[in-house]
């Protein structure tokens, strides 16, 4: 049961009075930003919030790392003053003084999806086996919230980020993280390599899909990608192009449409797909595949008759069991990608001054056999 105000833990915090901490983040923003902009972005320093919320420095410490109790007036004090001042405190410093809390966080964007669910059980898993907790973050695919969540987690709460990250922009993304602060990015990748990441091979199996699709003599292939800032959609978009192109086959932007990770966000871009008299179909998404195979159904089409599909498989489910037969599948080892993302982070705590590099893992192309 939740505890209710005025119950503490055993460190005599009551973890139930705190502030609005998404409002309050999202103020650290705004604040930072307006400082940016007068060209003053100088560091402010824990004396600085300590001054503008009354209290002393280790009133400030203790607010921010819960390790003593402070009352919920003085907590609301220190936390308004770290948003208007745009205070982030320096992860090194912190861990040095404080130890491990023995946490990893995980930004995700959007923890209803399989895929993640998927993954943030097999990264507890691994995590758990080497005696570390997971902390989930949901963005539900907004940059801002991202943004919220990397300040707010990486301000004490968790030794280390995992990130999925949705943003497009790197030096923003760059200008979140605390010096020093270990960050590995999952599924996602920047031009500039200046973290970590695992991710999965995504140019590969769309090129050799959508060749196959030409060789079996369909013309209009269609295709439906993710969010188009997100690096996996940006690599399968031009994986797709590529192929088409070197197949000779029709070059229409309006044969590419984009969905996101989140549910229903599949059956516009088919109805204007099936407009474009498309004869086969490339879903770059395991959750929007699902949301194809039962669109197609109730259209009357049949898989491998009437059109044909290619689709991720990013987990267990009944319709990809029932249907696979009937459509080319690329198989996304996601277990493994959580394993391996919770494996680097660990390792990025222990050293985090080790060079950054990028895994890549396979996916398994599996054609129909029809």
Known sequence: MPRKNGQVNEKGVD????PDLYCI????????????????????TI??????????????????????YVSGETRDKVYRAIAELGYTPDASARSFRTGKKKTIGFIVPDISNKFFATMIESVENYLSAHGYHLIIANTKENPEREETNIRLLSAGLVDGLLIASTMEDFSRFESLIPAGF?????????????FPSVSVSNFQPIYRSVCRLAGKGDKRIGMIGGLPRLSSTKERIAAYQEAVAD?????????????????????????????????????????????????LHK??????????????????SDINYLYSKQMDCIIQP???LGETAGELILQRIETPDAPAF?????????????
Do not use: W
Request: proline letters at 2%; a negative charge; aromatic letters at 4%.
């Open 25 to 44: 983040m999202q103020m650290i923003t705004q604040a930072r930003n307006r400082f940016c902009e007068r060209g003053t972005c100088m560091k402010v």
């Open 247 to 295: 197949c000779g086959l029709p070059q229409d932007d309006l044969l590419i449409r984009y969905g996101n990770s989140m549910e229903n966000s599949a059956q516009s871009c088919l109805d204007e797909l099936l407009e474009q008299k498309c004869d086969a179909l490339v879903v770059a998404q395991g959750l929007m595949a699902s949301e194809t195979v039962i669109y």
């Open 334 to 336: 996601v277990e493994k």
């Open 15 to 18: 973890e139930n009075h705190l």
């Open 182 to 194: 270990p960050v590995v990015l999952v599924d996602r990748t920047f031009d500039t390599k200046r």
């Open 47 to 68: 004396s600085d919030v300590a001054k503008l919320a009354g209290v002393s420095t280790a009133t400030v410490s203790h607010t921010i790392n819960s390790t003593r």
């Open 358 to 370: 990028e895994q890549v893992l396979t996916s398994t192309y599996q054609p129909c056999s029809m």
């Open 299 to 316: 259209k009357g089409l049949k898989l491998g008759e009437d059109i044909d599909l290619v689709t991720f498989v990013d987990y267990d």
